[in-house]
């Protein structure tokens, strides 16, 4: 890059890659106070502590054994210079060996201002025992439950800069590429009891007030405590996104989530947000400081990617649109999956392609293919193009009309209660109850259907039914869903699973080409914001032909942006 790019780095919720494993009490502490030690399985004593990174709180003088940094250092002894002094056998440092018993060492001055030190963790529990895990006590309600997540990514980014190792043997693998400012877009830890601005170390603006578990932040542990982030929630996060790239002051953008979920909004962004600079989402399947954790990699793989500007076309515009990079390799939002819950656990969707690129060993991005669909700032989804009001299907007195509800406010936020309500029903084999199929068995999905109509909210389904082409098993729940589309409720159909080969067109069922029934529901929440409901039928049961062709015309309308995105 001809100038040092600036990055934003927005915490999404549940991330585990940034989250850290439980706190401990060290044995150091448990002997200091009296405590039983912690000891292996076997019962005997555990060898070392585990290392947690922590601030001094004043400057200190610590001497290193030479040759201690590796088994071999001393096997090139002679290429070494001369140490700082020696240590008798009494602990006293003097500048000449005295005795062949004195061993060489380096004297350090360790400072508060030099970053993070992995040291013992010291701190006990209020009533003087030792902290085992997040809580108190296990399955311990909130109010004695400590957070393992950050609340945003300030602390992550710094232990990496601090703590991690490069190829090269070297630190500040992100502060030696970019600069990086923290937003808390929809984070996985929070301040409970507020933080002034005033003792704010992350970059923002304004205190924070009390936040509150399962509205401000979401996370998910401790597991008893977990929560995800419901429907709503989405739009303010689109909204910060929104709001972050519109400030014209980044070079690119890193988005972090928790891995099962990360998918999904890497698509939604994809449709959304109307950008030209690279979006990189990472995930993490082990925690920040946990045995190899591969958060920090896919981290810093995204700054490099990011200040590569291998993304960038001719005009400078991003390329690649959104992309997941998790394990050296950048997949394309649309067509990425999380498989397994381990390195090497995402997959590219579709069997089409997927995999645009990825990171060399020492880092250098290569990008190989660009995706054909549209996305970012080419998308006819994004919030530039989608209207402040569209209409919704209503059932009132017993009739599905259409009324006009305001999706976005006047400085273009989404309203939260316009995040379409789409469900995804799974049909299989074998469905039906009885040789002659008992329309009873459609009794649960009429009632979400009817509960889609009474809400005034955008609604709409996506069947994920036979592989590749979306078709239903059960007839009369094919016909349930018909009438849905007759009262204005769009459906998607797509193949279960992953499927390669593609759903097949028809009037009144949108197809879902070969996207995965979770990535066909985000594009269909896209679609109802900027489309609206579909015409309904003044008698689902018998629609009309001029309303049929109403019908026909405004599922085509969906249908380009489903064959296009």
Not at 128 to 142: K, M, S, V
Not at 150 to 159: I, L, V
Not at 372 to 386: D, F, G, M, Q, R
Not at 445 to 458: D, I, P, T, Y
Request: proline share 8%.
């Amino acid at each position: 890059m001809a100038h040092r790019p600036r990055i934003a780095h927005l915490a999404g919720p549940t991330a585990t890659i940034q989250n850290s494993p439980p706190l401990v009490t060290s044995n150091k502490a448990r002997r200091k106070y009296g405590l039983p030690p912690r000891t292996n399985r076997d019962g005997s004593d555990a060898r070392f502590d585990a290392l947690r990174a922590q601030r001094l709180a004043a400057p200190a003088t610590v001497y290193v054994e030479c040759f201690s940094a590796h088994p071999l250092e001393a096997d090139a002894a002679e290429l070494y210079g001369p140490p700082d002094g020696y240590l008798d056998v009494n602990g006293i440092f003097r500048r000449e060996r005295m005795s062949a018993t004195d061993k060489a060492v380096f004297e350090i001055e360790i400072r508060p201002e030099d970053g993070l030190y992995p040291l013992p963790y010291m701190a006990r529990k209020a009533d003087g025992e030792a902290w085992e895990g997040e809580c108190t006590e296990p399955g311990a309600p909130a109010s004695q439950a400590r957070q393992s997540f950050y609340p945003d990514g300030s602390r992550s980014f710094e232990e990496i800069d601090r703590l991690s190792v490069g190829a090269e043997g070297v630190g500040n693998l992100i502060s030696a590429f970019a600069d990086v400012d923290f937003y808390r877009v929809l984070p996985p830890a929070g301040y409970t009891k507020g933080l002034l601005a005033s003792l704010r170390t992350d970059v923002g603006e304004g205190d924070i007030p009390p936040e509150t578990r399962s509205k401000d932040f979401f996370a998910y542990r401790p597991y008893h405590l977990g929560e995800a982030p419901p429907r709503p929630a989405l739009a303010r996060l689109t909204n910060a996104a929104r709001r972050i790239f519109d400030s014209n002051r980044y070079d690119g953008a890193i988005y972090t989530q928790g891995s099962p979920q990360i998918e999904e909004v890497a698509y939604w962004f994809n449709l959304l947000i109307d950008t030209t600079i690279p979006i990189c989402g990472n995930a993490a399947q082990r925690p920040q400081g946990e045995l190899s954790h591969d958060g920090p990699k896919n981290i810093t793989d995204s700054v490099e990617y990011i200040a590569s500007r291998v993304w960038a076309d001719e005009h400078g515009r991003n390329r690649a649109g959104v992309i997941v990079l998790q394990e050296q390799r950048f997949f394309a939002a649309r067509e990425v999956m999380k498989v397994d819950a381990r390195p090497g656990g995402y997959v590219a969707t579709g069997g089409h392609g997927g995999i645009l690129g990825g990171m060399g060993y020492h880092g250098a991005a290569v990008l190989h293919y660009v995706p054909a669909l549209k996305h970012t700032y080419l998308s006819e989804v994004n919030l530039s193009k989608i209207p402040l009001s569209v209409p919704v299907a209503l059932r009132s007195d017993g009739i599905v009309r259409r009324n006009e509800i305001r999706i976005r406010e006047d400085n273009g936020d989404l309203l939260e209660g316009a995040i379409p309500s789409v469900s995804i029903v799974k049909d299989g084999g074998f469905y039906a109850e009885e040789y002659f199929e008992d329309p009873d068995v459609t009794t649960d999905l009429v009632a979400l259907v009817e509960r889609k109509l009474a809400k005034n909210r955008l609604a709409g389904f996506v069947v994920e039914g036979t592989v590749p082409y979306g078709k239903m098993t059960s007839s009369v729940r094919q016909a349930a869903l018909q009438k849905a589309i007759y009262s204005g409720l769009p459906v998607v159909r797509v193949g279960r699973g992953s499927p390669e080969g593609f759903a097949d067109p028809h009037p009144y069922f949108i197809a879902g080409s070969n996207l995965t029934a979770t990535k066909a529901r985000m594009l269909l929440m896209a679609c109802l914001l900027k489309f609206g409901s579909l015409p309904p039928a003044n008698n689902p049961d018998e629609p009309t032909a001029a309303e049929l062709a109403a019908i026909r015309d405004a599922v085509g309308a969906y249908q380009r942006i489903f064959d296009t995105h």
